[in-house]
């Protein structure tokens, strides 16, 4: 799970490329591969991941390798499933069948993207330095394809090459629209050894009083985030134990998110003022919600802890006390709020 986050945090913004790629991509034109194809989806729905792979993966053999829509479905669920050998094959698939400049660096920027993933997930060098090459062709084909800038950047901060990275992170920055990719290009552009640590997830969400709250907004305090739902009753149970966390260090540098997996918005606002829950809210409506499927929730109550750099330092599943983490990870955020104060003083 850890590994998995790590892999998210040093490029959350893959799933951005994906949706933004080939935003129709065909489906397969073959007959045979038509019909696997609907079962691989059929498989997907019922939540079979390795028969989906497997008959995504049919479905593209079926169709002479042409099938775009398989590919997607096979990067996918062969990264979900640690399956590099298949992400690869059908990221090659795509960069073969690319025929303009712009497909063929979007395709090239997809391959750069997993190879990326691979590397983290395995720590392999040659990987990152794969990706650094992908990224480059990439660039040579669109040279404003800000998403292979950003990429660029993690590659080459695994790398260790931290000049090059913060160069491309600063082109990066000045292409990506404003959102939390845009902040976190900007954030690794002043520190890219961040691109290379077990960063949390780069994420914003709309409290209840409709507020707009980024993870990179908070960057200099400790952040605790609380998945929970009304309708869990560990997380019932629970909600005294999180509600004297927000009071305990209400004058500390710790900001509380919780995050509630409720479908029923008025229910969720309900429980929310009945209980006194005064600290920050959102809802994210259920296992397959945006934050959830990032921060790859499956269990509640399930919170994580993120330190004054993002850096995600602890995962816990159910509830257990915290505190003695907290108040390292709030002393340590208040010695770096200081230190930032005297640095800033020193040089008026």
């Known amino acids: 799970m850890q590994v998995y986050l ?20 065909a489906g397969p034109a073959d007959t045979k591969a038509q019909k696997t194809y609907a079962e691989a989806l059929a498989w997907q729905k019922r939540g079979d991941s390795q028969a989906a792979l497997d008959s995504f993966k049919k479905a593209d053999k079926q169709d002479g390798g042409h099938c775009v829509a398989c590919q997607k479905q096979m990067i996918e669920l062969g990264e979900r499933s640690g399956d590099y050998k298949t992400v690869e094959l059908a990221a090659g698939e795509m960069i073969n069948q690319a025929q303009t400049p712009t497909a063929i660096a979007e395709a090239h920027t997809q391959y750069g993207i997993v190879l990326l993933r691979e590397g983290i997930a395995k720590g392999k060098n040659d990987a990152f330095a794969q990706a650094d090459k992908e990224f480059k062709i990439a660039l040579a084909s669109d040279s404003k394809d800000a998403f292979a800038c950003y990429g660029d950047g993690v590659a080459l901060a695994h790398l260790k090459q931290d000049d090059a990275a913060r160069a491309q992170f600063k082109q990066a920055a000045a292409s990506l629209p ?5 902040e976190r290009a900007v954030r690794y552009t002043d520190r890219p050894e961040l691109a290379r640590a077990r960063m949390a997830p780069a994420f914003a969400v709309t409290t209840i009083d409709g507020k707009r709250v980024s993870l990179d907004d908070l960057a200099g305090k400790v952040v605790l985030v609380d998945f929970w739902a009304t309708w869990c009753g560990p997380c019932r149970e629970a909600l005294p134990h999180m509600r004297q966390i927000a009071q305990k260090f209400s004058e500390e ?19 929310v003022s009945q209980n006194g829950m005064t600290w ?10 945006p934050l959830s499927k990032l921060f790859g929730v499956n269990a509640i109550p399930h919170t994580f802890t993120i330190d004054a750099d993002g850096v995600l330092q602890d995962e816990r599943i ?31």
């Open 6 to 25: 790590a892999a998210l945090a040093a490029f959350a913004l893959g799933a951005q490329v994906f949706a933004q790629t080939n935003t129709n991509p």
């Open 253 to 271: 540098p710790l900001v509380v998110i919780s995050v509630s997996l409720d479908s029923d918005e008025q229910k969720w606002r309900s429980f």
């Open 318 to 348: 159910g509830d257990s006390s915290i505190e003695s983490k907290l108040k390292k990870l709030c002393a340590q955020a208040r010695q770096m709020q200081k230190t930032s104060s005297q640095i800033a003083q020193s040089g008026q």
């Open 178 to 182: 404003q959102g939390v990719d845009r």
């Open 280 to 289: 920050l809210q959102t809802r994210d409506g259920g296992f397959e919600g």
